[in-house]
């Protein structure tokens, strides 16, 4: 059974950070392009970030200089370090993993992890 499991939202303040975790399980973790996603209430699913197994990332519009995606592959995680955080950044943020490696397409996702940007 694949699990993506999010963790690290929460509460914080304009200009402040977080760092969000996706622990991956049931899949062979370091073959797949793993990517944050958010959503906020009324809008589209938009992608924040991925990096693929070999380690090239490309990030939203909106967060370029601002946040950073890493992944660990020995430990099965990605990472989400967000800084500057605006109040338009509040959102919930959902890991993904995807990969077509194997001739099909395999595309998972976590339950999400809610971030509020507030004073």
């Known amino acids: 059974q694949v699990q993506l499991v999010e963790s690290g939202g929460g509460l914080v303040q304009p200009g402040g950070s977080l760092r969000l975790s996706c622990v991956g399980s049931g899949i062979i973790f370091s073959i797949y392009t793993m990517g944050w996603y958010r959503q906020a209430p009324g809008k589209q699913r938009e992608l924040v970030a991925a990096i693929r197994n070999g380690g090239s990332a490309n990030y939203g519009d909106s967060v370029k200089g601002r946040f950073s995606i890493s992944r660990d592959n020995a430990k099965n995680t990605v990472y989400l370090q967000m800084n500057s955080l605006k109040p338009e950044d509040a959102a919930v943020y959902y890991c993904?993993?995807?990969?077509?490696?194997?001739?099909?397409?395999?595309?998972?996702w976590g339950q999400g992890t809610q971030v509020t940007v507030s004073s």
């Open positions: 993904n993993a995807f990969s077509t490696r194997t001739g099909v397409v395999n595309d998972y």
